[in-house]
């Protein structure tokens, strides 16, 4: 299982690889610091599932999003992020999101999401 951790900080995209892999031990991971750098590897690399944060520089998550929507492109989304508003959350699964997990977040939380999507 092939799948695309996209942050802008290194630190947190070690922390979801570790997290999905306690319970995906098999992925392959690949990694972006944002939404532009996503659009390339999705091109390239064709994963079954993207994990995004919502701020980053030159391309934020929901740009990202609606721009991967836009190209046809329908690999199953999932946000990991500080942002937690009910707008925020609404936006996302308009713009074609399936899951939303909040930071912090608990293996738990990852395992649903994971369920969810995957």
Same mark, same amino acid.
């Given at each position: 299982?092939?799948?695309?951790?996209? =942050? =802008?900080?290194?630190?947190?995209?070690?922390?979801?690889?570790?997290?999905?892999?306690?319970?995906?031990?098999?992925?392959?991971?690949?990694?972006?610091?944002?939404?532009?750098?996503?659009?390339?590897?999705?091109?390239?690399?064709?994963?079954?599932?993207?994990?995004? =944060?919502?701020?980053?520089?030159?391309?934020?998550?929901?740009?990202?999003?609606?721009?991967?929507?836009?190209?046809?492109? =329908?690999?199953?989304?999932?946000?990991?992020?500080?942002?937690?508003?009910?707008?925020?959350?609404?936006?996302?699964?308009?713009?074609?999101?399936?899951?939303?997990?909040?930071?912090?977040?608990?293996?738990?939380?990852?395992?649903?999401?994971?369920?969810?999507?995957?």
């Amino acid at each position: 299982m092939k799948i695309l951790v996209v =942050d =802008d900080s290194r630190a947190m995209r070690m922390i979801v690889k570790r997290n999905v892999s306690q319970i995906e031990p098999d992925a392959e991971f690949l990694e972006a610091e944002n939404g532009a750098q996503a659009l390339e590897l999705i091109a390239n690399e064709q994963p079954v599932l993207v994990l995004c =944060d919502w701020n980053m520089p030159e391309m934020n998550g929901i740009e990202f999003l609606k721009v991967l929507r836009a190209q046809g492109s =329908d690999v199953p989304f999932g946000f990991v992020t500080s942002e937690t508003q009910p707008a925020m959350r609404e936006a996302a699964i308009a713009a074609g999101a399936q899951a939303f997990l909040a930071k912090p977040f608990t293996g738990e939380a990852f395992q649903e999401l994971l369920n969810g999507v995957v």
